[in-house]
Each structure stands twice: as C-alpha cells, then as structure tokens.
C-alpha cells in the first residue's frame, strides 16, 4: 500500500497563475482533507471531503477550490496564485479513531 | 477559540539523555488526543493517541501522559536518537466534530551525537 500519495512534491508558480495539487489514497478511506503549513504555525484545514461527491469548508477556504473526483482522489486547485499561498500542503486521510494519515506534502512557492 | 499551545518551541538534547514536551490546550469537551511525529520533508505520523479518560500511553520509547483536568498532556521520550529529531505536534479532536482538529504549533526536537 503506498498510502497517501501527493503530485507534484515542488512547484513554483507566478502571481496569477493557476495549477492543481493532486492527491490519492488507496486505504478506501471516506474522509479527505487538505491543509496548509505555515512556519510557526499549526496546520490549518482548507477543505474536507467526507464522501464522495461531498466538500466543506474549512478554516482558510479563500483562493481554493477542491473536486473529490472519486473515492481515491481528492485534488486542490488555486485558479490565480497568490505569494500568500506560498505554503507546504498536506493532503490526508482519515482511518479509525480520527486517526488521520498524511501524504508527503507538496512545497509551493508563489513569486 | 479552542486552542492547542506547545512548549518549548524548539529543544536541543545529546543522544542518549531523555527530554519532555508540554501541550496545553482549550478544546472541551475532546473526543481524543494525539500526538503526531514530522520528520523534516514528510507528513505528520500518529505516535500515541488518548481518549479523556486515559491518562497514559506508551509507544516504545515515546510515552504521553493527559490530565484532563489541567488541560496538559506531555510527551517523554526515553533515551534519545539521532533519528528522533523531528517535529512533534499534539493534535486534538473535539467531541462530535472529527472534521475540526486543532494542531499545535509543534516542538521542534534536534538530538546531537
């Protein structure tokens, strides 16, 4: 099992630009997230999907948008990048006990 | 506004001694508390978790303790490695909304040889 799995691990972008951050997990778990990492900061929920074809809000939605394309994938996109959203962000999912399992992360940089 | 608070916010310690990391936190009621491990370039990995009416849990070298009652949990760890430099966040769940974590800000540990 590879777990949870993120594409890219490195991007930089333009103020303005647009791109998708991809994510899987082959553990058929229901529940979904993305968050962001900010140095001296914990990690803040972006969005959730707890089932297919569901998403919700988390704490800092604003410049994102999520598609749970299947019960697999869950994919984070940023239609005009922002410097701000230059951040480290996680996908994860959730198994039992609210354990939640993360991917490796993917490291952006908004210039 | 529940809140998870971390201390020290970085710690140094030689290989081999032990070392204590201190979680406080808001969220009540709590469904569960975990501790999580970040190695540098990775994800966060689950090393303890505690529900309310527990008050400690060991995972090999790693042992948590919670008092609910204070509000604190504390993470040792015994005889440290090399390999156990990393960020360790305490991560809480609050009762009724699993989508809702709050994660600490993290203690970052450097063990030296």
Known sequence: NAGVTQTPKFQVLKTGQSMTLQCAQDMNHNSMYWYRQDPGMGLRLIYYSASEGTTDKGEVPNGYNVSRLNKREFSLRLESAAPSQTSVYFCASRGGRHEQYFGPGTRLTVT | ?113
């Open chain 2, 1 to 113: 506004k529940n809140q998870v608070e971390q201390s020290p916010q970085s710690l140094i310690i030689l290989e081999g001694k032990n070392c204590t990391l201190q979680c406080n936190y808001t969220v009540s009621p709590f469904s569960n508390l975990r501790w999580y491990k970040q190695d540098t370039g990775r994800g966060p990995v689950s090393l303890t978790i505690m529900t309310f009416s527990e008050n400690t849990k060991s995972n090999g070298r790693y042992t948590a303790t919670l008092d609910a009652d204070t509000k604190q949990s504390s993470l040792h760890i015994t005889a440290s490695q090399l390999s156990d430099s990393a960020s360790y966040i305490c991560v809480v769940t609050p009762s009724g909304s699993a989508r809702q974590l709050t994660f600490g800000s993290g203690t970052q540990l450097t063990v030296l040889p």
